[in-house]
């Protein structure tokens, strides 16, 4: 959907492979992440990684779940529930982009 879009786009396996392409990648500007992420940090705490580390990203997170109440995500982060309209995910995506 993100590259049909015309983005070019990066992927990791997990938030410890996304941490280690973003410490190589000076050229990442967006990251998309699913709250449940396998094998280290969840996506929320990505995202406050994210945020401390490299503050000009911007974040996306979605989740097939309800955020609890007591969840914050970081600021200038845009949460999508699933399932998520497409055109309104690359609305944003484009807007974060420009």
């Given at each position: 959907m993100i590259e049909d879009a015309g983005f070019d786009t990066v992927e990791a396996a997990n938030s410890t492979e996304a941490v280690a392409i973003l410490e190589s990648r000076p050229d990442i500007r967006i990251v998309f992440t699913d709250v449940d992420?396998?094998?280290?940090?969840?996506?929320?705490?990505?995202a406050a990684c994210i945020r401390d580390r490299w503050p000009p990203i911007k974040i996306i997170i979605t989740s097939g779940k309800p955020l609890p109440q007591r969840v914050s995500i970081p600021a200038e982060t845009v949460f999508f529930p699933k399932p998520f309209r497409q055109d309104r995910v690359i609305e944003v995506l484009r807007h974060m982009a420009a």
């Open positions: 992420m396998p094998h280290g940090i969840d996506g929320i705490r990505l």
